[in-house]
């Protein structure tokens, strides 16, 4: 990942395709970016402030949401990787490409994990 892991983060819940999710279940996205725990509170409090979810009684409702464009914002690379959410070995890393910096890499069914796809 390249970038602020708070700004990367912050667009990464702006772009869920969920109407709703466990706190638990955007920690495990936000793990993504970052696992540090004061850098978490910090991106899921921003994101309440900026109006990107609101929060009640430990579900998340991602709002005015923007979703990743499969087609134009992730970039598959070839090499030697290791998936940013599950630690498997990848030949193909799959990268989302925000305009705060790039996330990745990421196998092919976690890259729908994560962005709400699957």
Known sequence: MDGD?????????RALEHEE??????????ETV???PATTREIL?????RGIIEREDGIIRPQGRTYVSFESQVVQKEGEFECRRCGAGLSTGHFI??????LGPFGSS???KVTGRD
């Open 5 to 13: 892991p708070v700004e990367v983060a912050l667009e990464l819940l």
């Open 21 to 30: 999710l466990s706190v638990a279940d955007a920690v495990d996205r936000i």
């Open 34 to 36: 970052t696992t540090h």
């Open 45 to 49: 409090d921003t994101a309440e402030k």
């Open 97 to 102: 490409r925000f305009d705060a910096g790039d």
């Open 110 to 112: 976690c890259i729908r």
